[in-house]
């Protein structure tokens, strides 16, 4: 007989999984107390990297269940809770999905769901990759500078080249600008001055 287990997590020490426990209590799971893991760890740790998650799954066998309130309970992103559902499925292991009306995500209809969800992602992170760019682009077309301003202005950078032309030392220009020989360098080299 499959033996079912539960993994519930928060992301605070001030949440509490006491919603997610009566949840699948009203699903009609018994989950026995010493196959409920509850962990309370951050949302953006991939499953493999909870410590929770990693006793959960040494404990589970072939035919086990597991159940989870929400899908975001497996994994930090879609390509992470699709992962951890693959490699779930890959040990004989059932994943049901509260929110998602109890389906078995490693069932037929499970799968199903899991690909529409992984092409939902995929489509939004596209999309926010191309508004990203055509941003940047806006930005660049409307003269808008990227990076870190220059430590050096223009005239500044010409009396570095007039004091390298006139003899002075990396080091004394250096320290006459408040800035590193390093900086001074840059200047020399994208001006092709031939060493002093």
Do not use: W
């Given at each position: 007989?499959?033996?079912?287990?539960?993994?519930?997590?928060?992301?605070?020490l001030?949440?509490?999984?006491?919603?997610?426990r009566?949840e699948?209590?009203?699903?009609?799971f018994?989950?026995?107390?010493?196959?409920?893991?509850?962990?309370q760890?951050?949302?953006?740790?991939?499953?493999?990297?909870?410590?929770?998650?990693t006793k959960?799954?040494?404990?589970?066998?072939?035919?086990?269940?597991?159940i989870?309130?929400?899908?975001?309970?497996?994994?930090?992103?879609?390509?992470?809770?699709?992962?951890?559902v693959?490699?779930?499925?890959?040990?004989?292991?059932?994943?049901?999905?509260?929110?998602?009306?109890?389906?078995?995500?490693t069932s037929?209809?499970?799968?199903?769901?899991?690909?529409v969800?992984?092409?939902v992602?995929?489509?939004?992170?596209?999309?926010?990759?191309?508004?990203?760019?055509?941003g940047?682009?806006?930005?660049?077309?409307?003269?808008?500078?990227?990076?870190?301003?220059?430590?050096?202005?223009?005239?500044q950078k010409?009396?570095?080249?007039?004091?390298i032309?006139?003899?002075v030392?990396?080091?004394?220009?250096a320290?006459e600008?408040?800035?590193?020989?390093?900086?001074?360098l840059?200047?020399?080299?994208?001006?092709?001055?031939?060493?002093v």
């Open positions: 007989m499959s033996r079912v287990f539960a993994y519930c997590r928060v992301s605070t001030e949440q509490t999984t006491e919603n997610q009566r699948i209590e009203e699903a009609g018994a989950v026995k107390p010493q196959r409920l893991f509850e962990e760890i951050s949302g953006s740790v991939t499953a493999g990297e909870r410590p929770g998650f959960l799954l040494d404990r589970m066998e072939n035919g086990d269940v597991l989870v309130t929400k899908l975001d309970r497996l994994g930090r992103n879609a390509m992470d809770i699709r992962k951890t693959e490699q779930l499925a890959g040990s004989g292991i059932r994943v049901h999905c509260l929110a998602l009306g109890g389906v078995d995500l037929p209809a499970g799968k199903m769901t899991m690909q969800i992984s092409a992602a995929e489509f939004e992170r596209d999309l926010l990759l191309e508004r990203t760019h055509s940047i682009a806006r930005a660049k077309a409307a003269g808008k500078r990227f990076g870190r301003p220059p430590v050096l202005n223009e005239e010409q009396r570095v080249l007039e004091r032309q006139s003899g030392s990396i080091s004394a220009i320290r600008f408040r800035t590193t020989r390093q900086t001074i840059r200047v020399k080299v994208k001006q092709q001055i031939p060493a």
